[in-house]
């Protein structure tokens, strides 16, 4: 069974849409610093994930309120449930077509239709018999996870490991519909500019 660790919203703050900040250095007192853990920021009926898209699939998304536009339902897609892990995948906003970071607050109950059919990236001998069987499931399911080693605000690699559920076909198709961009004003560094939406 998965260790999902996740950080809930006050009853007041689930009556807003905007994400709910606070330091790392007081977070990182009450996280978990080993193992694979799910961090999140949610409520009772929703829990929010993020990707990184170029400039013309984020403003989409952002005036649309769904993905679109140049958005591919036909290839791969990798949904991070961990904010530093994505600014740290992304290179903090700098990277090639992942200019924008998109929080998109998607329903838990179809959050946890995903890892129910999700299959890991690499065999595990404590959920597959053989190569054979786990090769077989990783062929049929449209999902499939890994864990990684997530990281601190420097871009340190911690002991701590955050998942990534990739996407594709159905599963993609039913994300893009059913993932909504979450309003807010956010701003980014990235070297010397400062980067700000709302």
Do not use: C
Not at 4 to 29: D, G, H, N, V, W
Not at 130 to 143: H, I, K, M, Y
Not at 153 to 163: S, V
Not at 167 to 176: I, S, V, Y
């Amino acid at each position: 069974m998965l260790n999902r660790t996740l950080r809930p919203k006050s009853a007041t703050e689930s009556t807003y849409t905007m994400l709910i900040t606070e330091p790392y250095s007081i977070q990182a007192q009450i996280w978990p610093t080993q193992g694979r853990h799910i961090l999140a920021q949610y409520d009772d009926a929703t829990v929010i994930v993020y990707q990184a898209y170029n400039s013309a699939i984020g403003q989409f998304a952002v005036a649309q309120q769904r993905l679109g536009g140049e958005f591919d339902h036909g290839r791969m897609s990798w949904i991070k449930m961990s904010f530093l892990w994505m600014m740290h995948r992304s290179g903090w906003g700098t990277k090639h077509n992942q200019q924008v970071i998109l929080a998109l607050r998607l329903r838990r109950e179809f959050l946890e239709l995903l890892l129910a059919q999700a299959v890991p990236t690499l065999w595990e001998r404590n959920q597959f018999t053989s190569q054979e069987a786990w090769a077989n499931a990783a062929r049929q399911s449209p999902v499939r996870v890994q864990w990684d080693p997530d990281y601190d605000p420097k871009g340190h690699p911690l002991q701590r490991r955050a998942i990534q559920i990739e996407l594709k076909t159905a599963a993609l198709e039913a994300f893009g519909q059913r993932g909504r961009m979450t309003r807010g004003r956010y701003t980014v560094r990235t070297g010397n500019k400062r980067i700000s939406s709302g």
